[in-house]
């Protein structure tokens, strides 16, 4: 079994900042892409950014800039700072990841349960 927890959602001012965190837990023997969406009301699931077991990053052109997303590998852990943030920005963040369990099995994408990020004055 493999989870992925995020914490560090909430409310904040525009032009504040953030830092969402997601750590996967359970049998892990090897983690590739892991990084964020974010879904707002209305909209489709979009990514924000991703960043590959080698370090590699894609951003959003929205977040480019401003977001930085990093991952402490020896800990299963990746995490989203978030500044100069702004109304359009307000969503549910999700943690997402594409992990092997054993190595020998094929990579499968999890998902967090999302935390709410709500930018507003």
């Known amino acids: 079994q493999v989870q992925l927890v995020e914490s560090g959602g909430g409310l904040v001012q525009p032009g504040g900042s953030l830092r969402l965190s997601c750590a996967a837990s359970g049998t892990i023997f090897s983690i590739n892409a892991m990084g964020w969406y974010r879904q707002a009301p209305g909209k489709q699931r979009e990514l924000v950014a991703a960043?590959?077991?080698?370090?590699?990053?894609n951003y959003a052109d929205s977040v480019k800039g401003r977001f930085t997303n990093s991952r402490d590998n020896a800990k299963n852990t990746v995490y989203l700072q978030m500044n100069s943030l702004k109304p359009e920005d307000t969503a549910v963040y999700y943690c997402n990841a594409d992990i092997t369990r054993f190595g020998y099995t094929p990579f499968i994408n999890y998902w967090g349960q999302g935390t709410q990020v709500t930018v507003s004055s």
């Open positions: 960043t590959t077991s080698a370090g590699s990053t």
